[in-house]
Antibody
Framework: EVQLVESGGGLVKPGGSLRLSCAAS????????INWVRQAPGKGLEWVSS????????YYADSLKGRFTISRDNAKNSLYLQMNSLSAEDTAVYYC????????????WGQGTLVTVSS | QSALTQPRSVSGSPGQSVTISCTGT?????????VSWYQQHPGKAPKVLIY???KRPSGVPDRFSGSKSGNTASLTISGLQAEDEADYYC??????????FGGGTKLTVL
């Protein structure tokens, strides 16, 4: 069974940093692109970042302004998101989502981890 | 990377059909046949209903169907059921490993 389990969320002060993790199981992690998608409270989904299977291709939403860094460790079946210079606008549930083998949709999602930026 | 445009809400009675639209540009919806639709119940992760504009993953009822014309994609739900009450999001590939979502539509089953 495919599973994606996010962790690392929590309360952080404005200007602070946080590192999210996504542990994958039930599939060959190194064969799939994985994305981070976030959802602010009561708001819609927002694509955050993509990383290809071998980390050769990495992309970010323009709105992040270089504050986030996505990475993965295929040996550990894990995905990461390093978030710096956090502001209240970054408060959201952060999901990791697997891109399908066809590369055209998200076929599996984690349950999400909540990041709250507040003083 | 502007969000795709969806109606904020739609509603229908059990057994009826509803259609949710998703309008983008030639750089996303109109440029690729890679539109997906996701269903999200409160407090849950999204679930894919439709991908590649018209395809249904195994296990998704054929009451859910997708289409596209130009820069606008649509999700039609026929034979509405109470459990269809949820938020629905469209998503389009926008090139270079980037994606864009719609703002979401709340479906109310009356």
């Amino acid at each position: 069974e495919v599973q994606l389990v996010e962790s690392g969320g929590g309360l952080v002060k404005p200007g602070g940093s946080l590192r999210l993790s996504c542990a994958a199981s039930g599939f060959t992690f190194s064969s799939y692109s994985i994305n981070w998608v976030r959802q602010a409270p009561g708001k819609g989904l927002e694509w955050v970042s993509s990383i290809s299977s071998s980390s050769s291709f990495i992309y970010y939403a323009d709105s992040l302004k270089g504050r986030f860094t996505i990475s993965r460790d295929n040996a550990k079946n894990s995905l990461y998101l390093q978030m710096n210079s956090l502001s209240a606008e970054d408060t959201a549930v952060y999901y990791c989502a697997r891109v399908s083998a066809t590369g055209t949709t998200y076929d599996y999602w984690g349950q999400g981890t909540l990041v709250t930026v507040s003083s | 990377q502007s969000a795709l445009t969806q109606p904020r809400s739609v509603s229908g009675s059990p057994g009826q059909s509803v259609t949710i639209s998703c309008t983008g540009t030639s750089s996303d919806v109109g440029g690729y046949n890679y539109v997906s639709w996701y269903q999200q119940h409160p407090g849950k992760a999204p679930k894919v209903l439709i991908y590649d504009v018209t395809k249904r993953p195994s296990g998704v009822p054929d009451r859910f169907s997708g289409s596209k014309s130009g820069n606008t994609a649509s999700l039609t739900i026929s034979g509405l059921q109470a459990e269809d009450e949820a938020d629905y999001y469209c998503c389009s590939y926008a090139g270079s490993y980037t994606w864009v979502f719609g703002g979401g539509t709340k479906l109310t089953v009356l």
